[in-house]
């Protein structure tokens, strides 16, 4: 593929930043005391790009969007990770709606897309359980018909920021005679539904991104089941085949270890050589990494689905994640240990704490490398 942006691409590339520079609110850059501080500033961050229909890209005209090809997104989620704006990773966006588009009643769609794609409603996903993580359709949640409802009795793990979600995305198994992946349904359920309940799960970086939700006889319209009963496992494949180029992670890590160098110039060779050694290595990571999230828009832009490709830059970009973060901390000596609140290298104690997460969610390593051995290079299970 020619890795150049053509002039319409670059074009668009600048219209974005010129949105990061002038568009966006007050402050937004500045840290916020609150949960409801932050959240607050992320609406106000969605609801421009929604005027823009940037906020749900690459949806088609008729929902909200702008029917972007898969390279268009990847610019914009580019400059937008790498300048760390908030608000434009959205469950809702990237694969709520496109199940909805594909298999959701005309009411569904009339229903969920819009407020989507205009900034109203966030969601969250609730897929993973206790027992049930890398092995996702080993899910017990049930969720039993009744009458013209559905009952939900179980719980889910690992809901990022669940307790700010307008709706939840959910995965339930609605027949326990069947082999695991043909008895799950998706539902659609409003997350201050009675009976639901949400409690905190502190990361060990000291940050509230995470929930455990239970279900305790909770009961929700049968309208809120999107697509067919007992096909609900391929419902979350395919929403998780979109926008996996993980180009987002890529310019995180580009802007960290570019922020690392100019740490690194203002010590003026005061650094072992070793460490200016290994942030040379990050940057050529960092720069092949990038190179595979352009390969697979290149290839969702042709029509190919990139199974092994993305599985590889996940893997590849998680671990380099918790690696740069080795890094900062090293730089920084004891002060990257102790951290007092007006260090620079508090950022960098966050970024390592939480790369950690970066190789259990969406995936654990080991799963990633399974899935590239079985699916990607046809190697055996056993």
């Known amino acids: 593929m020619d890795f150049r942006l053509n002039p319409q691409q670059a074009a668009f590339q600048q219209d974005v930043a010129s949105f990061i520079e002038s568009g966006l609110p007050a402050g937004w850059d500045q840290g916020h005391d ?11 961050i969605m609801k421009r790009l929604a005027s823009r229909h940037w906020l749900a890209l690459p949806w088609p005209k008729e929902y909200g969007g702008l029917g972007a090809t898969p390279m268009e997104q990847l610019v914009f989620n580019e400059q937008m990770a790498y300048h760390g704006v908030p608000g434009v990773m959205n469950m809702g966006v990237a694969w709520v709606g496109p199940v909805v588009m594909l298999y959701g009643t005309d009411e569904q769609k009339a229903q969920y897309l819009s407020r989507i794609a205009d900034g109203s409603d966030i969601w969250c996903t609730l897929y993973s359980e206790p027992g049930a993580g890398s092995d996702l359709a080993a899910m017990q949640t049930r969720a039993v018909r009744d009458g013209d409802d559905y009952v939900i009795n179980g719980q889910k793990i690992w809901t990022s920021f669940g307790h700010y979600a307008d709706w939840g995305w959910l995965a339930a198994r609605t027949d326990p005679d069947v082999p695991k992946h043909k008895g799950l349904s998706t539902f659609a359920v409003k997350m201050d539904t009675p009976g639901v309940t949400i409690r905190p799960l502190i990361n060990m970086a000291g940050t509230h991104e995470f929930n455990e939700i239970f279900f305790e006889d909770v009961r929700i319209p049968a309208s809120q089941l999107v697509g067919e009963e007992n096909r609900g496992w391929y419902h979350v494949a395919i929403g998780l085949d979109f926008e996996r180029s993980s180009i987002g992670a890529t310019s995180s890590a580009r802007r960290t270890v570019d922020d690392l160098v100019a740490e690194l110039k203002l010590r003026q060779g005061r650094v072992k050589p070793e460490l200016r050694h290994r942030l040379a290595e990050h940057h050529i ?23 092994r490709e993305a599985q590889m830059a996940k893997l590849f970009g998680a ?18 240990q102790a951290s007092p609140a007006a260090s620079r290298a508090l950022r960098y104690q966050y970024t390592l704490l939480r790369a950690v997460a970066n190789t259990i969610e969406g995936g654990t390593s080991e799963v990633q490398r399974s899935v590239i051995a079985t699916r990607g290079l046809g190697l055996p299970r056993e």
Do not use: C, H, W
């Open 34 to 44: 609150s949960l409801e501080e932050r959240m607050a500033v992320e609406r106000d």
């Open 285 to 307: 990571a960092v720069q092949v990494l990038r190179t595979m999230a352009y390969n697979i828009a290149s290839m969702q832009g042709s029509g190919l689905v990139p199974t």
């Open 319 to 336: 671990e380099l994640q918790q690696k740069i973060g080795v890094t900062a901390l090293q730089l920084f000596g004891m002060e990257g």
